[in-house]
Every structure is written in structure tokens, then in C-alpha cells.
């Protein structure tokens, strides 16, 4: 959009930039193609814009595709979207507080806006979360914001955020923009910051929690030396750091990303995981094989089980929190079946000798780190979804925390009952097959009157 034609805009909705909702329109139609350029857009692409404004981003990106949904704060401006983007779905709200679950129906979407300066930080962490579907993310941010972000260990720019942030996403500025170019210009300088996933196992897996509580600890006073300052939640600084061949006497800002990994991954055993396939002893474990009546008629490896298709055992528990949520982890990408699909809250093998109940507490105890009663739901008969398994269902009520084994379960989330609805409707495959059907039989037994 030219000037002229914002200015014009902005005269027929008799409105006037507004500084509270960091309104800073681009008005320079070169650059706005240039910035939609880096987002490579496909024909049917989905994509989400944060902050459209009055659209100098939103009519370029939609010659590309008009798969795309909008997230505005301003309500003066949301009828004009509807009516300059008929295609387009607008949503009127806050991005920093948009329930970012309602993506993940959709699949994997690009992420982008020239966003607000006074809440950038919190729509990037928004929109980053750890089950994020954003394939990409491209943002413009103040300058200094975005220094931050893209920056190095030993610099003043490098800090909590550069970490948190970077474990998961490789951040690089792609340019610096004038304040010139926006309506009304902003004193400072903005930049273009370009987020793409990092690939899995590029940093030694950790839990997450404790890889968030260490970094933001560590992080809390700069000047301070890490062994007193992390005390608290490692009091073996010394033992970890000699293991992890960090000084001693070093500091938050001297650690790059993948030494917070190895930080939050220690224990004084050794690394609580490495990358690898772990905890999958296909020939250790053993199963009871049981006939089409669920009666034991020998044991074998789960190796065996597996390979010769052998009916088996299992159990899968529904947790749901107190609004009605249930809780779905995603499998870890070193499992030998359906790595990295999502899954039900927890779910597992019964081992020879033991019962339907043990096991799932077993499960819960082992999965989540918690322990909560359980009740039978159901009993569903050895099918392919289930894999040959004799399933017995179960479900809990527990809120969380959870303790997630990062070997075992690579995150784990809440969702609405309806996002699930959605979900496993429009995109089957991202759900393990066993799931889909503990999830089918679950609904049904609750439609029951
Ligand atoms: N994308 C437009 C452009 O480049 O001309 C506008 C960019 S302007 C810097 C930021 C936009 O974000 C404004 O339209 C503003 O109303 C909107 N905005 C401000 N706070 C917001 C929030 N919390 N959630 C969603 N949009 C917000």
C-alpha cells in the first residue's frame, strides 16, 4: 500500500493510528512484497498474519494463497478486513492470548506480521510453543528486540530469551528496516527476523521444565557466577560442570544453547538421555500372548510379539484435568512404533504376569509421574488400529504437573475436547492408530446416557 492510499483508508474509517496498539502501517509496497517473498507461499498454503492493520502485508500475501486467517486487536479496523478480504478468516482478539491449539487442525501453517512493539515478546513465545504447527515464523520486531533473539553467547544481547527461544528455533535477521517506511515512523529501527524449526536431535534432548527453570534462573542476575545462583536446582554444579566441561566460576551469558541442554539433561548417573533409541529393549521385555478371549496361552519377547503380530496386552489412560481436558502426549521420535504421533495421555504394554490395573497405574507412575485412580472405561477386542492388542481403556482425573520422560514422550499438552474433535477428523495422521480408536470408543461410552 502506498501512503496515499493508507492515509485515504485511514480517512474513511475515521481513524487515526493508534500509538497503544503500536500502530505503525508500512507503506512501502516494495518492501511488503519483498518481506511476503521470504515466506515462499505455495498455491493453498495456510497462513496466519498477526496484526494485518490495514492490510499493506494481507493483499500480497493473499495473491499467493487465500488460505489464510488474520489476528487483529483493533475492533475499528476488523469490519474493514472482512470486507477488503472476503476470503480471508478474521479473527478479532488478542495475539499474545490466542489459543494457539486451534492450529493444530489445520497442520502446519506459516506465521507472520510486522508486529506490535510493545507486546512482540510475548506473541513470539505465543506462538513458539512447544507443540507449535508453525512451520515458519517471520517477524518484523525492533531492532534491538530482534538482536536479541538472533544473538551469541558472550554478547550483552544474549539472554534468557535468546535461549529459550533458540533451543527450538534457528533465528537469523534478514534486514534492517528505516523507521521511514511505516506511518506514523517510529524513533527506532525495526528488523526482519526469519524462525525455522530446528531439526529433532540437533540439541541433546532435556525436559523441558527443567531446561525453562534453569535457563530463566541462570539468567536472573548476569553478573553472577552459576554455581550460587543455580544452587537451588542443582546443587552438583560442580560435579555437573566438570562432567560437561564447563568452568566453574562461568556465567549464564558463557553457555551456548546446546551447554543448557546438557545442563538440564544432567544428572549424577550421567546424561538423563541421550540421543539414541533408549528405553526400547525390544528383546528384554516380555509379553503374555493371549487367544481371541483374552486368555493367556504363553509368553514371548515383545520383539516376537511384534515381528509375528501375536496378540498381546495393553493399557491406554484418558487424564483429564478439572475443565474437562484431556491430555495428549506426543510420542518420541526414538519410538520403534509411531514415533512423534500424538497419543493418548499414557499408555503402555502389560508385562507377563501382570494385570490390566497395575499397569496402568505402572503407566501413569512411569509416563507422567503421578499417581491418581483409575476407572475403567472399556475393553476393546485386538484390531489393526490397536496393533493386536487386547486394550483395556482407562481414565483418571489428575491436573498436573506432569514429570515427562523426554526418552519416552517428546511433550505433552491439553486440549479442549472439541479441539480433539477437530483434529482427528481433518488430520488422522498426525494421531497414533491406537489413539484414534481409544478416542472413538471413549466418546462413545460418554454419549451413553
Ligand atoms: N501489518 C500492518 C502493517 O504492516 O502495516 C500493521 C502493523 S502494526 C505495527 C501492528 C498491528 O498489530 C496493528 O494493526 C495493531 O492494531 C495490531 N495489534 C496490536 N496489538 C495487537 C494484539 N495484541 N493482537 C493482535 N493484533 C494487535
Not at 528486540?145 to 554478547?155: D, G, H, I, Y
Request: net charge negative; proline share 6%; with cysteine.
Amino acid at each position: 500500500m502506498k501512503l496515499s492510499e493508507l492515509q485515504a483508508t485511514l480517512r474513511a474509517l475515521d481513524a487515526s493510528p493508534t500509538k497503544s496498539l503500536g500502530q505503525n502501517f508500512l507503506h512501502d509496497r516494495n518492501l511488503a512484497e519483498w518481506i511476503v517473498s521470504r515466506l515462499e507461499l505455495t498455491s493453498g498454503e495456510r497462513w496466519l498474519e498477526i496484526g494485518p492493520g490495514l492490510g499493506s502485508l494481507t493483499c500480497i500475501a493473499q495473491e499467493h494463497s487465500k488460505n489464510g486467517i488474520l489476528i487483529e486487536k483493533d475492533d475499528r479496523l476488523i469490519g474493514f478486513l472482512g470486507t477488503q478480504f472476503p476470503s480471508l478468516q478474521v479473527v478479532h482478539g488478542d495475539a499474545c492470548r490466542f489459543d494457539t491449539r486451534e492450529l493444530m487442525a489445520g497442520g502446519p501453517i506459516k506465521i507472520f506480521g510486522n508486529l506490535p512493539y510493545y507486546v512482540s515478546s510475548q506473541i513470539i513465545f505465543n506462538f513458539t510453543a512447544a507443540f507449535s504447527p508453525a512451520r515458519v515464523l517471520l517477524f518484523t520486531l525492533q531492532k534491538e528486540l530482534a538482536e536479541r533473539f538472533a544473538s551469541t553467547p558472550n554478547c550483552k544481547d544474549y539472554g534468557s530469551p535468546t535461549v529459550l527461544i533458540g533451543r527450538r528455533w534457528r533465528v537469523e535477521i534478514l534486514r534492517t528496516l528505516p523507521g521511514s517506511v511505516f506511518l506514523p515512523a517510529p524513533k527506532v529501527e525495526s528488523s526482519v527476523v526469519l524462525m525455522t524449526p530446528r531439526e529433532a536431535g540437533e540439541f541433546p534432548d532435556c525436559d523441558d521444565k527443567r531446561f525453562c527453570a534453569l535457563v530463566k534462573l541462570g539468567f536472573s542476575q548476569r553478573r553472577k557466577q552459576l554455581g550460587k545462583l543455580l544452587e537451588p536446582l542443582l546443587p552438583a554444579w560442580t560435579h555437573a560442570a566438570a562432567d560437561l566441561k564447563i568452568p566453574t566460576t562461568a556465567r549464564a551469558e558463557a553457555l551456548t544453547i546446546r551447554q543448557w541442554c546438557e545442563l538440564a539433561a544432567w544428572t549424577p548417573q550421567g546424561p538423563a538421555i541421550v540421543s539414541g533409541i533408549v528405553g526400547q529393549d525390544v528383546h528384554g521385555e516380555t509379553f503374555d500372548i493371549v487367544d481371541d478371549e483374552d486368555r493367556i496361552i504363553g509368553q514371548t519377547s515383545r520383539y516376537e510379539v511384534h515381528k509375528q503380530g501375536l496378540r498381546h496386552r495393553a493399557v491406554h489412560i484418558f487424564v483429564l484435568n478439572e475443565s474437562d481436558e484431556l491430555f495428549l502426549q506426543k510420542r518420541s521420535r526414538w519410538k520403534d512404533v509411531c514415533p512423534l504421533k500424538w497419543d493418548s495421555s499414557a499408555a503402555g504394554h502389560v508385562n507377563a504376569g501382570q494385570d490390566y490395573e497395575p499397569t496402568a497405574l505402572r503407566e501413569l507412575e512411569e509416563e507422567l509421574g503421578i499417581k491418581a485412580s483409575v476407572r475403567s472405561i472399556s475393553k476393546i477386542t485386538p484390531c489393526e488400529e490397536t496393533g493386536h492388542e487386547f486394550v483395556v481403556l482407562f481414565e483418571a482425573h489428575h491436573s498436573g504437573p506432569f514429570d515427562l520422560p523426554p526418552s519416552e514422550i517428546e511433550y505433552g499438552e491439553w486440549f479442549t475436547l472439541s479441539q480433539i474433535c477437530e483434529w482427528t477428523s481433518r488430520r488422522p495422521e498426525d494421531f497414533a492408530p491406537g489413539f484414534l480408536k481409544c478416542w472413538d470408543v471413549w466418546r462413545r461410552s460418554r454419549a451413553k446416557p
